[in-house]
């Protein structure tokens, strides 16, 4: 008594409108960034064949981009993090396998020398930066500094402090001397990366 009645048919809409929000809602909650890292969405794998298909198409594209870079003499630089059986060898191999290694060079270098070790740390990576009508590719960089080496006990937080103060002045140096920088982290989700590392495991050779 003294409320305003409800009709039978505008509960039914307001029922059908609640569901509806509520399955917005939902989509949203599980497209969003946060869901995504805990409950990746599962991708169809494509079929070997689809694949080489896909793999040939870049490669040209790749081989376009190569002579592009001999013909206006850019310098390119490309970085590749990422946690072991990421995917990083594996991406660098596919990119140098049909291009020319005077242009795209490989560049993965060995533990430091005891000379290197007393340089500044950027020293021993600036040689290998690229000249005009060459890309050059790192299998990990100086990045080192502030991911394996930390974690592994090979420098201190205050080196890793002063690493980070530092390279963005290097990086934009590199940038401001006409060298186009490419950063790319690669990473797979818990599941994928422990099945990658059992099958090395089993087998040293993949």
Same mark, same amino acid.
């Given at each position: 008594?003294?409320?305003?009645?409800?009709?039978?048919?505008?509960?039914?809409?307001?029922?059908?409108?609640? $569901?509806?929000?509520?399955?917005?809602?939902?989509?949203?909650?599980?497209?969003?960034?946060?869901?995504?890292?805990?409950?990746?969405?599962?991708?169809?794998?494509?079929?070997?064949? *689809?694949?080489?298909?896909?793999?040939?198409?870049?490669?040209? *594209?790749?081989?376009?981009?190569?002579?592009?870079? $001999?013909?206006? %003499?850019?310098?390119?630089?490309?970085?590749? *993090?990422?946690?072991?059986?990421?995917?990083? %060898? %594996?991406?660098?191999?596919?990119?140098?396998?049909?291009?020319?290694?005077?242009?795209?060079?490989?560049?993965?270098?060995?533990?430091?020398?005891?000379?290197?070790?007393?340089?500044?740390?950027?020293?021993?990576?600036?040689?290998?930066?690229?000249?005009?009508? *060459?890309?050059?590719?790192?299998?990990?960089?100086?990045?080192?500094?502030? %991911?394996?080496?930390?974690?592994?006990?090979?420098?201190?937080?205050?080196?890793?402090?002063?690493?980070?103060?530092?390279?963005?002045?290097?990086?934009?140096?590199?940038?401001?001397?006409?060298?186009?920088?490419?950063?790319?982290?690669?990473?797979?989700?818990?599941?994928?990366?422990?099945?990658?590392?059992?099958?090395?495991?089993?087998?040293?050779?993949?």
């Amino acid at each position: 008594p003294g409320g305003r009645a409800v009709s039978k048919k505008h509960k039914k809409h307001k029922k059908h409108d609640d $569901k509806h929000t509520t399955s917005q809602l939902s989509e949203a909650v599980k497209s969003s960034p946060q869901a995504a890292d805990t409950e990746p969405a599962a991708r169809p794998k494509l079929k070997r064949k *689809e694949y080489e298909r896909e793999m040939r198409v870049l490669q040209g *594209e790749l081989v376009a981009m190569q002579e592009w870079v $001999k013909t206006t %003499g850019a310098k390119v630089c490309l970085v590749f *993090e990422g946690m072991d059986s990421a995917g990083k %060898g %594996g991406t660098i191999r596919r990119m140098t396998e049909r291009t020319s290694p005077r242009v795209f060079k490989h560049i993965a270098l060995p533990t430091p020398t005891e000379r290197e070790k007393s340089q500044m740390y950027i020293q021993r990576y600036i040689a290998h930066f690229p000249s005009a009508g *060459e890309v050059a590719i790192f299998d990990r960089s100086w990045y080192n500094k502030a %991911g394996v080496e930390p974690v592994m006990g090979y420098c201190s937080q205050a080196d890793t402090d002063k690493f980070l103060r530092m390279i963005p002045l290097v990086e934009k140096a590199m940038v401001d001397n006409e060298i186009i920088l490419l950063k790319y982290w690669l990473n797979v989700s818990v599941a994928e990366h422990t099945r990658r590392l059992h099958n090395l495991i089993e087998d040293p050779r993949k």
